[in-house]
């Protein structure tokens, strides 16, 4: 299977800590990843160094066989945990914007999508819910033709009912020489959908597996796998 993403001696570090210490991995095309891992574990960090949003301190990060820069954002589409996107805005004003600043960007899909999620087009972002608000940005974000999708606790803020939806429609709209990854605390909401897995713990990768082999060696879920795993 074609390498998509390769981290070389990543590390980052805030002053005398380490965030992400000397991370290798590489991670192939095609394929739904969930990143796991304790609050403080460096999920974050690690996906916005792959968005080129941070820089390491040491090592680095090739994306479809370039360093992370120019050429790896137009190809990245990346979630981040906090919206960006101004309240004064329509549902319809971040479709357009989208729509100018991405070459790769479906403006059809984002419609089709926020119909079957119930979002009204019309209505500006100051008036909807924590929880609408991010299927918006969600969808906006699902919505491009890019090889690698960075999304950060997408379905956090957004009722059971919702996110069983959300998931349905990152599968119907899974492009297999793209990679999803997934960085989230409800594991058990997402496994259904992973192929892949990475335990993070204080910045270093304490598993990487394919999720059938948890089942078939250890008769497990992912999500029980990491309950004992990360056991206080």
Known sequence: MQELLKCTNLSKNYGAGFVLDDINISLPTGRIIGLLG??????????????????????????????????????V????????????MTVSDCIELFNDFYDDFDDETAVNMLRRLSVPLKARLKTLSKGTKEKVQLVLVMSRKAKLFLLDEPIGGVDPAARDIILDMIISNFNPDATIIISTHLIYDIERVLDEFIFLRN???????IVDNVRTQYGKSVDELFREAFRC
């Open 38 to 75: 304790p609050n403080g574990s460096g999920k974050t960090t690690f996906l916005k160094i792959c968005a080129g949003l941070l820089s390491p301190t040491k090592g680095g990060v090739t994306i479809d066989g370039n360093p992370v820069g120019v050429d790896t954002k137009r190809i």
């Open 77 to 88: 589409s990346y979630l981040p945990e906090h919206t960006y996107l101004s309240n004064a």
């Open 203 to 209: 910045g270093k990768i304490a598993a990487y597996d």
